[in-house]
């Protein structure tokens, strides 16, 4: 209780909801996640809403997302080394 109740408080200090921020994008990227594993799992032989072409993209993208991320990784290692 005592911390919801710190929680609260610091939402009435912050009307612009700039605390709700992080929180809201965490759980929406965690939302599309499991979207997208859910989308990859599909069965091959099962009829189902969602193309081959579809899965494909979905594929193609998280690799992008993968290969761009461990990129990231390494330029950040990188810029930190340089501090």
């Known amino acids: 209780n005592k911390i ?47 193309s081959k072409e579809a899965v494909g993209q979905v594929k193609m993208l998280l690799n992008t997302n993968i290969a761009l991320s461990k990129k990231f990784n390494e330029m950040r290692r990188a810029y930190l080394r340089e501090l």
Request: aromatic letters at 4%.
């Open 4 to 50: 919801l109740g710190s929680e609260l408080q610091s939402l009435r200090n912050d009307p612009s909801g700039k605390i709700l921020y992080e929180p809201l994008c965490e759980v929406s990227w965690r939302v599309v996640g499991h979207v997208l594993s859910g989308i990859l799992e599909l069965e091959e032989g099962v009829d189902h809403p969602v």
